[in-house]
């Protein structure tokens, strides 16, 4: 088993645990990827989600967007929606429902 690294990997830096056929795919796919508009870098996403994890004390529950917090969609809102959620995700994994 291959131990946590603190990024991803380069286009250049595949892991070199990981089979042939998923390098090259890492390979090709990461640059196009990387293309798409609001795309991030994994680096970036990755500081943004540890200032995140790290940041002040009720900071909770926001909805962040890039680092900026953002409107949450109305269906996030949604109380039905939510309990729908939470009886299907309770049946999945094979817990009573609410």
Not at 15 to 38: F, I
Not at 49 to 72: H, I, K, M
């Amino acid at each position: 088993m291959r131990s946590p690294r603190r990024s991803c990997p380069s286009r250049r830096e595949v892991a070199a645990g990981d089979p042939p056929p998923a390098q090259a795919v890492y390979r090709t796919l990461t640059p196009l990827l990387e293309r798409l508009p609001g795309a991030q870098r994994p680096e970036d996403a990755a500081a943004q989600l540890a200032a995140l994890v790290t940041g002040p004390p009720g900071s909770s529950g926001r909805y962040v967007e890039r680092g900026v917090e953002a409107q949450s969609s109305p269906e996030s809102l949604d109380p039905d929606r939510a309990r729908d959620l939470w009886d299907v995700s309770a049946e999945l994994v094979g817990l009573p429902a609410a």
